[in-house]
């Protein structure tokens, strides 16, 4: 099947006909199509359906450097997830980062953006303000503990440690000093169900390829927190 453009030429000029031909998607076409859809899923966590860690950062850095004093970021970590997996197997424990994923969107709104780091580990930009901060921050909490629905009917407690930094807080808007805040103020509070807000002392806290010092996976470039 023959299509037929007509390109308008300036006046004096011949216009030019172009004919092309509908043809397969077959060879090249279908090999540059394939490889779009690869990179779209690749930006995408394939279990959360969240963004990864290079989308949320792209993002993220955007909405801290746009709203400034009214951005606020997220760490979630969910607390024994291993012992979820060894229980009750690791279905379940997927069950768990989705249902954890869905409450950090639904938590976050249009006015954020939510990645999966890797593991349990979630992190969140959103646009609060000082004044509701603390009532958004318990509301988390109490979302993200709600027991879980693993199948058949049985429900798992979930556990999270929640730290959050804000650039009136820590005097940055840069990201990954945020979140290495962010980091320390979760391990203030871990195991205690309570959101820490960092202060200025959290982003001096030593780090090791931006994660605090001695966290798992800071040990070797780009592995898993």
Do not use: C
């Not at 999966?116 to 009532?135: K, M, N, S, T, Y």
Request: net charge positive.
């Amino acid at each position: 099947m023959a299509s037929t453009v007509r390109v308008h030429a300036p006046s004096g000029q011949r216009a030019l006909i172009i004919t092309s031909l509908a043809v397969p998607l077959t060879g090249w076409t279908v090999h540059a199509l394939t490889l779009h859809r690869k990179l779209a899923a690749a930006r995408r966590d394939p279990l959360t359906g969240l963004h990864g860690r290079d989308g949320y950062t792209t993002r993220a850095s955007a909405l801290t450097a746009r709203f400034t004093q009214a951005a606020m970021v997220v760490l979630v970590d969910v607390d024994y997830f291993k012992q979820i997996n060894d229980r009750f197997g690791h279905a379940a424990g997927d069950r768990v980062l989705v249902a954890t994923a869905q409450r950090l969107t639904a938590w976050a709104g249009s006015r954020g953006v939510v990645g999966r780091l890797g593991g349990d580990e979630f992190a969140l930009a959103v646009r609060i303000g000082p004044a509701r901060r603390r009532l958004r921050l318990d509301q988390l909490a109490i979302a993200l503990a709600q027991p879980v629905d693993i199948g058949d009917g049985r429900l798992v407690d979930v556990a999270v440690s929640i730290g959050a930094a804000t650039p009136d807080r820590t005097g940055t808007t840069d990201l990954s000093v945020l979140q290495r805040a962010a980091d320390a103020a979760m391990y203030d509070g871990k195991h205690t169900g309570v959101a820490v807000l960092a202060d200025r002392s959290h982003a001096t806290v030593p780090s090791v390829n931006g994660r605090r010092d001695g966290r798992p996976g800071t040990a070797s470039l780009g592995a898993a927190a």
